[in-house]
């Protein structure tokens, strides 16, 4: 079974669309994570949530909405798309702070 | 200044050395340290945490400086597979659900 898992693993789309990714996590874990990987392979960290509280918020456009529904689950949609949201998205959930993280596989997003 | 830093490399060695990273936070209340593994188009996943009392794992060797804000790793006897991105990964403060990602240090080990 896989521990973190992402759908859809690759995204290609228009500008201006509209579109979500989803992320499931069947570690038991409280705390679940956005990152995103640009070109240049930085991993930046969007948002997390603790047991369904959002508790970090970085500077990420409103574009950018999560949405915690349980703890197990995370998801991001994304209006508006724009080229420069290009870039491999990972969600991440960990058991508690200073904890391991486990990632998903990512998706790979494309704005075209 | 950035929280976390990494010389991005390339590293090129061959099979059989021994090649070392370092990477550099700039928080000194900074509470937990890993260095993380990925290798092309794939997820980061954990290598090992870093102690302040250091850790080692087989060939493997973190290390932690918090006097000069740096931790470390070394790999000895560097194999084909070792050939990856090793991401150095700093929790910046208490309550450390926030993670700071470095740039990554990328490795090719050649036969």
């Known amino acids: 079974d896989t521990a973190v898992s992402q759908t859809p693993k690759y995204l290609v789309t228009q500008m201006g669309n509209d579109k979500s990714i989803k992320c499931e996590q069947n570690l038991g874990h409280d705390t679940m994570y956005w990152y995103k990987q640009d070109s240049k392979k930085f991993l930046k960290i969007m948002f997390s949530?603790?047991?369904?509280?959002?508790?970090i918020n970085e500077t990420v456009p409103n574009r950018f909405s999560p949405k915690s529904p349980d703890k197990a689950h995370l998801n991001l949609h994304i209006n508006s798309l724009e080229l420069g949201d290009s870039a491999v998205y990972f969600c991440a959930s960990r058991y508690r702070e200073n904890t391991e993280a486990f990632f998903g596989q990512g998706t790979r997003l494309t704005v075209v | 200044r950035k929280e976390v830093e990494q010389d991005p490399g390339p590293f090129n060695v061959p099979e059989g050395a021994t090649v070392a990273f370092n990477c550099t936070y700039s928080n000194s209340a900074s509470q937990s340290f890993f260095w993380y593994r990925q290798d092309c188009r794939k997820e980061p996943k954990l290598l090992m945490s870093v102690y302040s009392s250091g850790n080692e794992d087989g060939r493997f060797t973190a290390q932690l400086n918090r006097a000069s804000q740096y931790i470390s790793l070394l790999i000895r006897d560097s194999k084909l597979s070792d050939s990856a991105t090793y991401l150095c990964?700093?929790?910046?403060?208490?309550?450390?659900?926030?993670?700071?990602f470095g740039a990554g240090t990328r490795l090719f080990v050649k036969a």
């Open positions: 949530y603790n047991n369904k509280e959002l508790i």
């Open positions: 990964v700093v929790t910046p403060y208490t309550g450390g659900f926030k993670t700071i």
